[in-house]
């Protein structure tokens, strides 16, 4: 509901409380960016699903090392789902622009593509398939 640009880092098994956030480097390069910089590492400008394919626009100075479509066919509390993780088609279109791409399972309720840098991971908007 909030206004603005919005970033996001959803890792796949990642356990809920303080622990799990403050040892992943993720939570420190955001607030670093937000604080320190005021840039982010990252922007998403088109997430979008067509023809069985899941797609994402991503800009970064930062070099993109793999993609990966996580991805459910159940449903329910997102938490109780069964969660895939299946590799993206990762390209770099130019300077900072790298493109996103991955088929969507037969019967995918939901999902997200992640990328990563190294040890930061990034993450597309969640999207419900209706």
């Known amino acids: 509901a909030a206004g603005g640009p919005q970033r996001f880092c959803l890792v796949p098994g990642m356990r809920h409380g303080h622990g799990p956030g403050w040892n992943l480097p993720d939570s420190y390069a955001f607030a670093d960016s937000i604080v320190k910089t005021g840039k982010p590492w990252f922007k998403q400008s088109e997430v979008s699903a067509n023809n069985g394919f899941a797609h994402a626009v991503i800009t970064t100075t930062s070099k993109l090392t793999n993609g990966t479509l996580v991805s459910t066919t159940d449903t329910g509390i997102t938490g109780g789902r069964?969660?895939?993780?299946?590799?993206?088609?990762?390209?770099?279109?130019?300077?900072?622009?790298w493109h996103l791409n991955a088929k969507l399972p037969q019967g995918t309720t939901a999902w997200f593509l992640n990328a990563k840098n190294n040890s930061l991971t990034l993450s597309t908007q969640f999207v419900e398939e209706k």
């Open 82 to 97: 069964n969660w895939t993780q299946t590799p993206a088609n990762l390209e770099k279109h130019d300077a900072n622009t």
